[in-house]
């Protein structure tokens, strides 16, 4: 592994005025001695891993590793909404468990390897910006030999992570760079932290559902009856055409919007007793793309997630 300082910081080669500041970057081995790009730094992580923190000047912090790309904290009032695994490694050779893992181009199992491969590849910082004290930072990942032994197709997604107030908001771009099409499915493997039996989702009523509990590889069809949404036992359910506003309270005193748009579904998931060490602590609601997207060449899928703490 490379070795990398205690703090990286960029030069910039474009700017705008004050109070907007933007810096770019070829890749993290563009190193300077001076930050460029206010409340956006890239340091050491667990496991020598390379993380990115954004702070606000409202107070609140983001934290993410290049590894996968991956949101491992969003803290408003010094609380962290988001959960990691006790179970999570920082060795750069498995995804990291917890945050806001990518699941791209494969949702759940598949032809390839379970949810995809972009959550244990590194991904590069592209551009930073602060916006009256907002940092955002924009992430790429591109095809190389280690995606192109499972999935033989160029392509380029980018991931834009903006922190403000109360809000983290993500913007998945990708783009198929090849000569022929390609399809994908995709989600947001998002934990939050929860007290799973406090914890409960609203605006699912009416969704179409599959149910993989208990047999995930037989997914059972129906219809969510329910105005709130528990986590009783072990979860595990896509649901179908989910609307684009869905509400979680926590159980922690916290109830988290989640927003999106063109995620046209949803998962719960919560493994109960097979997880036992840490299932009380979190449930995952994730914004995903059950249905194959399908892009011709040079053709590119947005979708964008607003989480937000009242």
Known sequence: MMAIPTTWSFSPTSSVARPRRVSRFSGVAM??????????????????LPKVILTSVHGSEAELYLYGGCVTSWKVANKDLLFVRPDAVFTGQKPISGGIPHCFPQFGPGAIQQHG????????????????????ITLELKDGPYSRAMWDYGFQALYKVTLDRKTLSTELKVTNTDEKPFSFTTALHTYFSALVTG???????????????????????????????????FVDCVYLEAPAELKLDNGLGDVITIKNTNWSDAVLWNPHLTMEACYKDFV???????????????????????????
């Open 31 to 48: 190193a300077s001695t001076s930050a460029n790009v206010e409340n956006v730094k890239v340091t050491k992580g667990l496991g020598d």
């Open 284 to 310: 995952c609601v994730e914004n995903a793309k059950i249905g194959q997207v399908q892009l011709e060449p040079s053709e590119s899928w947005t979708a964008v997630q607003h989480l937000s703490v009242a």
């Open 199 to 233: 914890a409960s989702v609203r605006g699912l009523k009416g969704c179409k559902t599959l149910n993989k509990h208990p047999d995930p590889k037989n997914p059972v069809e129906g219809k969510e009856e329910r105005d709130v949404v528990t986590f009783p036992g």
């Open 117 to 136: 491969f972009a959550r244990n590849m590194n991904w590069s910082v592209v551009s930073s910006e602060n916006v009256e004290g907002n940092p955002t």
